[in-house]
């Protein structure tokens, strides 16, 4: 692969780059680039997950080398309790890695990192003082407004947060941070303000941000609008039925994520989605490209039911591995 | 010392004190007994630092363990840039146990502590990242509103602030923390916070704000209004010359400080104010309570000028055991 093809791969289904001269100039010039995406071990992982996941692929392919963040202490400052969050985090370091595996990740080549692990030395502590010395409350407010969930008080602790997310670029030592759309005002506070301790700036990579199966955006936090991975195939065949997909209408949560997941992957193993269905509904059909299928879903060749049966019957084929007892049972653990 | 009178010693001429009934508690039942009282090496101190090292010497007095924290980080969070701050530090620690000499007190039964020294643990920052969880962005900004300069565009680290200066509590192992009446909504926040983590509420004690010898708050950044530790024989002469002083008019900046500096060390050492004046001004006459004198210069029977010079006098006694040509020489690194 080439700098140029490097670079497609990277940057193909991003929704937004900053730095993209620089992620050239990068590709070019130097042997090993690394990037990090940061995940808070919050609520209960669901299949959207597979849309950053899928760029980690992506990354891991282009040669990168990828470092997952196990943002625990980033939780905490989001409001998950300091009872449960070791729970919440090795739920997530057994979830994460399976999923990978279930999309055919060669983990090898991935670092998984403990936020806390590095978090509490001397030296970052030092410089989130610093940053906080340099960095006005208005700074960290409008940095954080649309990552920290809004609370009527909200706590100190929120501001603290894009401090943190910023260095942790640094003392990750990577040359670029993924995340999604939502983090972009976090991102563009960490190009702002890493500078000014002496720090370089780094490349950032965003994601779409994709709408929930049932219409609204997808929220961990939102219980009916995500199909959650440790879903079994009854629920999650029950809940893609129920979700809101009207006939020749493309405005729903399906579409999306079939483009996003499944065709990213069909295309890689270059396969076809294949849609199954009784001969007097027109039979079995099956698309190379997303294009193609959203053209018959909106001149309506393409019916909903069919579209969700074969959806269900993908999705199953990706989370069954996913769903081992040891994970369901760190979930009990981290949930009940 | 029986533990009233303890108690007596331990709290004379103070303004508050929060947990008064715990003080005598903690007299009655437990044999050491710790407090502690923080400085930050902002500003170059000025002789006003005799009021709390006053109080230092009477917490001594009475048996107890006291710890004197150089706050830098703290100070670093107060704007003091952090090339400085360092060579601030070093004139601070070199300075103090020069004034606690000169006021006879033993300096084996001090200690002092740096603040970054035990600030930047991990236990520290796990727990000031625990608080900034509780406690909120409104909490905090009330706590330090007295203590932090106000500034047009405040920073972070101010809020910050008093998370760590309740946490030193803790870490300090002290039972007492000992300020100025400034440091009251930082103590109040300590005392409502602390326990949140699982620790216990400190007795907090407060010493009066005094006057600057031109009137105005005594403030190291306010240069017209102090009288630096460094300042020569001379120097002072013409500040407190300066000081604005009506004849019979109580309301000035000198009076407070003769009170609560020069009359307590004379006290302590059974002696008294002595005012040297010439017959036809007459004659020599001394004080054994500021009270009387008070009484005297309210009734003109005392000249400003007279109280001048005696006050002139007395101070640089103090002063000149305190400037050494270390402390010369540090202060040029420090403010220069």
Chains 1, 2 share one sequence.
């Not at 879903?297 to 269900?312: E, G, M, R, Y």
Request: positive net charge; aromatic residues 8%; contains cysteine.
């Amino acid at each position: 692969m080439n700098a140029e093809e490097k670079f497609e791969l990277i940057t193909r289904n991003l929704a937004e780059v900053i730095g993209q001269q620089e992620l050239k100039n990068l590709l070019k010039e130097k042997k090993e680039i690394s990037l990090y995406w940061g995940t808070m071990p919050t609520g209960s992982p669901h299949v959207a997950y597979y849309v950053p996941l899928l760029k980690v692929a992506d990354f891991l392919k282009a040669g990168l080398k990828v470092k997952i963040l196990i943002a625990d202490l980033h939780a905490a400052l989001d409001g998950v309790s300091w009872e449960i969050l070791e729970k919440r985090q090795r739920y997530y370091e057994e979830l994460i890695p399976l999923m990978l595996k279930s999309i055919s990740v060669d983990l090898k080549k991935l670092e998984f990192v403990k936020g806390s692990s590095m978090q509490l030395d001397k030296e970052y502590f030092e410089d989130l003082l610093k940053l906080s010395t340099i960095a006005s409350i208005r700074d960290t407010t409008k940095a954080a407004s649309e990552v920290i969930k809004s609370i009527e008080n909200p706590k100190l602790g929120g501001l603290i947060y894009p401090i943190m997310q910023a260095l942790d670029e640094e003392y990750l030592k990577v040359d670029i941070q993924f995340g999604g759309l939502d983090q972009r005002k976090i991102f563009v506070f960490a190009r702002e303000f890493l500078p000014k301790v002496g720090y370089k700036q780094r490349i950032e990579l965003m994601n779409p941000m994709l709408p929930g199966l049932m219409g609204e955006k997808m929220s961990s936090s939102i219980k009916s609008s995500k199909i959650d991975m440790i879903d079994n195939e009854e629920t999650v065949k029950k809940k893609i039925n129920n979700a809101e997909c009207r006939e020749g209408d493309k405005n729903n949560g399906l579409l999306p994520f079939i483009k996003y997941v499944i065709f990213t992957m069909k295309k890689d193993k270059k396969e076809k989605f294949a849609i199954k269905r009784p001969e007097k509904f027109g039979g079995n059909v099956s698309y190379s490209s997303y294009e193609e299928l959203e053209k018959d879903f909106i001149t309506k060749k393409l019916h909903p039911l069919d579209l969700k049966n074969s959806f269900s019957e993908e999705l199953n084929k990706l989370m069954s591995s996913v769903r081992t007892d040891k994970l369901m049972e760190l979930y009990k653990e981290a949930y009940k």
